[in-house]
């Protein structure tokens, strides 16, 4: 079930395949959610500027114009979280639209559960950054699962048990907590943590990020697997559900 503070979020859909359209307005009005719909990249710019939506979830083959000038152009005047859903597989179009401003990518052929999962996760990150913004500039505590990092402490810990980490690893945690839910490709990731991105950085991101997993496994015995690989993309922190 949708989380009440969801239901009546806004959904703009840009989708010029009629049969997609339909399963995903349907999935999404099933769940409670408003849906707005565009069949080409200019109608769905006009669509965010004069409707404000929550969540914009699109095609990057669209009839005027590619999604990426889309997202470019929205980039420029919103926030708003963008999925994209693409029949686009190849890794260098994932990091195109990701680089560009998307939040997440999926690929059709898709299911409508991860799709409604990924949804949930872009609203409750959007909320979260809302109530952190409205409170003063951000919690000092973090939680997801079982893992709690105290900003203002310069903690990490798992159920409990602090984490030993080595600064360049707790940067790492920290970056991939402030954007939970989102994937963050390489090329970001090694720009945030070392100011330069090359491929001599991914070689050593992948060496800090493979120490910080098994640090947090080893403490974590259900091993929730809170960091998500995207083979060639990038890395993205889960959101794990609350259990309340």
């Known amino acids: 079930m949708t989380s009440a503070h969801n239901d009546k979020a806004l959904i703009l859909l840009v989708e010029d395949d009629d049969a997609v359209r339909r399963l995903i307005t349907c999935a999404l ?31 990057l083959g669209l009839p005027d114009i590619d999604g990426l000038e889309l997202i470019d152009r929205v980039r420029g005047w919103s926030s708003v979280p963008i999925i994209v859903i693409s029949a686009r597989v190849e890794d260098t179009d994932k990091i195109g639209a990701l680089d560009a401003g998307a939040d997440d990518y999926l690929t059709k052929p898709f299911s409508v559960d ?15 950054a809302l109530e952190g913004s409205e409170s003063g500039g951000g919690d000092a505590i973090f939680s997801n699962g079982p893992l709690r990092l105290d900003y203002g402490a310069g903690i990490a810990s798992v159920k409990g048990a602090e984490l030993h980490l080595t600064p360049t690893e707790y940067r790492l945690l920290v970056l991939l907590a402030k954007n939970c839910g989102r994937v963050l490709t390489h090329a970001y990731i090694t720009r945030e943590i070392w100011g330069t991105s090359w491929e001599g950085d991914v070689a050593s991101l992948r060496v800090y990020m493979a120490a910080l997993r098994k640090k947090i496994e080893r403490a974590d015995e259900a091993n929730q697997k809170l960091i998500q690989t995207h083979v060639g993309v990038g890395y993205r922190m889960v959101r794990i559900e609350s259990e309340d």
């Open 29 to 59: 009005e099933l769940n409670n959610y408003r849906i707005l719909c565009a069949k080409t990249g200019q109608a769905g710019i006009m669509e965010a500027v004069s409707n404000q939506p929550d969540l914009i979830l699109l095609d």
């Open 114 to 128: 991860e799709m409604l999962a990924r949804v949930r996760v872009a609203l409750r990150r959007t909320k979260t």
